[in-house]
T-cell receptor, first 113, second 116 residues
Framework: AQKITQTQPGMFVQEKEAVTLDCTYD???????LFWYKQPSSGEMIFLIY??????QNATEGRYSLNFQKARKSANLVISASQLGDSAMYFC??????????FGTGTRLLVSP | DTGVSQDPRHKITKRGQNVTFRCDPI?????LYWYRQTLGQGPEFLTY????????KSRLLSDRFSAERPKGSFSTLEIQRTEQGDSAMYLC??????????????FGPGTRLTVL
């Protein structure tokens, strides 16, 4: 079974608008962490934001926020005030107990002027 | 604070040849990870080290693959007798152990392998 599901292969947004990238996850472990990474065309995975399963508040990092709905097992990334440089692949990942990250298939975001 | 570096960035080889990749983690990071990413997919875990000890290996890591981290600093990933199916981006990441769930993995730029 897929541990991480990203149902949007591609998303388009206009510059300065907000966009939400969806991520749902599957785990029976009560302790887990959720991560979002950005991968530009250069290939490097850039860490954006982290949410722990026991965190009471939704995580925020600058223009990035994570809409964490534990009961629905979703951890959507919200990017506010999109910039042209936000165009990239975005990956949701989960760690549950062990050390490895399990990634989704990603969403390609294109920001237009 | 320099990030994770990987060398080479690109490697083209013929089927059957051996290749070796190097990863230099962020200094003072005690954990180092290798992932493989094929086109259109997210990265898949291969193996990880805590200091010099290799603590977990994925079933993806066939016996043609070997990874080392001899002094707990840089790591090498060797693929013997390469096959066309080995063509992928090989990503290295490092982290500083703080707590099991929360330590963040920082990735290098990757090595793109093409097997002809």
């Amino acid at each position: 079974a897929q541990k991480i599901t990203q149902t949007q292969p591609g998303m388009f947004v206009q510059e300065k608008e907000a966009v939400t990238l969806d991520c749902t996850y599957d785990t029976s472990d009560p302790s887990y962490g959720l991560f979002w990474y950005k991968q530009p065309s250069s290939g490097e995975m850039i860490f954006l934001i982290y949410q722990g399963s026991y965190d009471q508040q939704n995580a925020t990092e600058g223009r990035y926020s994570l809409n964490f709905q534990k009961a629905r097992k979703s951890a959507n990334l919200v990017i506010s005030a999109s910039q042209l440089g936000d165009s990239a692949m975005y990956f949701c990942a989960m760690r549950e107990g062990g050390q490895k990250l399990v990634f989704g298939t990603g969403t390609r975001l294109l920001v237009s002027p | 604070d320099t990030g994770v570096s990987q060398d080479p960035r690109h490697k083209i080889t013929k089927r059957g040849q051996n290749v070796t990749f190097r990863c230099d983690p962020i200094s003072e990071h005690n954990r180092l990870y290798w992932y493989r990413q094929t086109l259109g997919q997210g990265p898949e875990f291969l193996t990880y080290f805590q200091n010099e000890a290799q603590l977990e290996k994925s079933r993806l890591l066939s016996d043609r693959f070997s990874a080392e981290r001899p002094k707990g600093s840089f790591s090498t990933l060797e693929i013997q007798r390469t096959e066309q199916g080995d063509s992928a981006m090989y990503l290295c990441a490092s982290s500083l152990q703080l707590a099991v769930i929360t330590d963040t993995q920082y990735f290098g730029p990757g090595t793109r392998l093409t097997v002809l």
